[in-house]
């Protein structure tokens, strides 16, 4: 069996994980089962910060950001900022997360969406939404818990299609 060429399908595998993500970000759940949803956009950005940090930079990361503001129908720039900071943070350390173990991974993974998720919260403030209530962090726990699944899944797409 052969795979294809890494020139020919690097950016399709990319925007099939963001169309993926987008779309697990938009799909209909009970209301109560709203607040354990991973961020996803946030994960795969971060994946591809530490996978390609070459080719997935901050730019990209605003992009999505702003991709994700028009879903979520937020304020313009408000996911941008979150999702350019964290892949701004993922590319800074990027050698050194490809070395920690999985399950250190997920720790950190869990910083970067808290601070993403931080981000989001502040402009909220600034623009005058009310506050929210504790369950506003649980989807950065279930991204932290996510994150094995999530970084496998693309790892393994990663090898299969030899993106680099």
Same mark, same amino acid.
């Given at each position: 069996?052969?795979? %294809?060429?890494?020139?020919?399908?690097? $950016?399709? @595998? %990319?925007?099939?994980?963001?169309?993926?993500?987008?779309?697990?970000?938009?799909?209909?759940?009970?209301?109560? +089962? !709203? /607040?354990? $949803?991973?961020?996803?956009?946030?994960? *795969?950005? %971060?994946?591809?910060?530490?996978?390609?940090?070459?080719?997935?930079?901050?730019? /990209?990361? &605003?992009?999505?950001?702003?991709?994700?503001? @028009?879903?979520?129908?937020?304020?313009?720039?408000?996911?941008?900022?979150?999702?350019? @900071?964290?892949?701004?943070?993922?590319? !800074?350390?990027?050698?050194?997360?490809?070395?920690?173990?999985?399950?250190?991974?997920?720790?950190?993974? +869990?910083?970067?969406?808290?601070?993403?998720?931080?981000?989001?919260? &502040? *402009?909220?403030?600034? %623009?005058?939404?009310?506050?929210?209530? &504790?369950?506003?962090?649980?989807?950065?726990?279930?991204?932290?818990?996510?994150?094995?699944? @999530?970084?496998?899944?693309?790892?393994?797409?990663?090898?299969?299609?030899?993106?680099?």
């Amino acid at each position: 069996m052969t795979s %294809i060429p890494a020139s020919s399908s690097g $950016r399709g @595998v %990319i925007f099939t994980s963001y169309l993926m993500a987008f779309t697990l970000t938009v799909m209909p759940m009970p209301e109560w +089962l !709203k /607040f354990l $949803r991973p961020e996803w956009v946030a994960l *795969v950005t %971060i994946y591809w910060a530490i996978t390609l940090p070459d080719r997935v930079g901050v730019g /990209f990361a &605003w992009s999505m950001g702003l991709l994700l503001d @028009v879903l979520r129908d937020a304020l313009l720039g408000q996911h941008a900022l979150g999702l350019a @900071v964290a892949g701004y943070l993922a590319l !800074k350390l990027h050698q050194r997360f490809r070395l920690y173990p999985l399950w250190q991974q997920a720790f950190s993974i +869990l910083v970067l969406v808290t601070l993403y998720q931080l981000l989001v919260l &502040w *402009v909220n403030g600034v %623009i005058g939404r009310p506050a929210q209530s &504790w369950g506003y962090w649980l989807p950065s726990i279930a991204s932290m818990l996510a994150w094995p699944l @999530v970084f496998t899944a693309l790892r393994e797409l990663t090898r299969y299609f030899r993106v680099s």
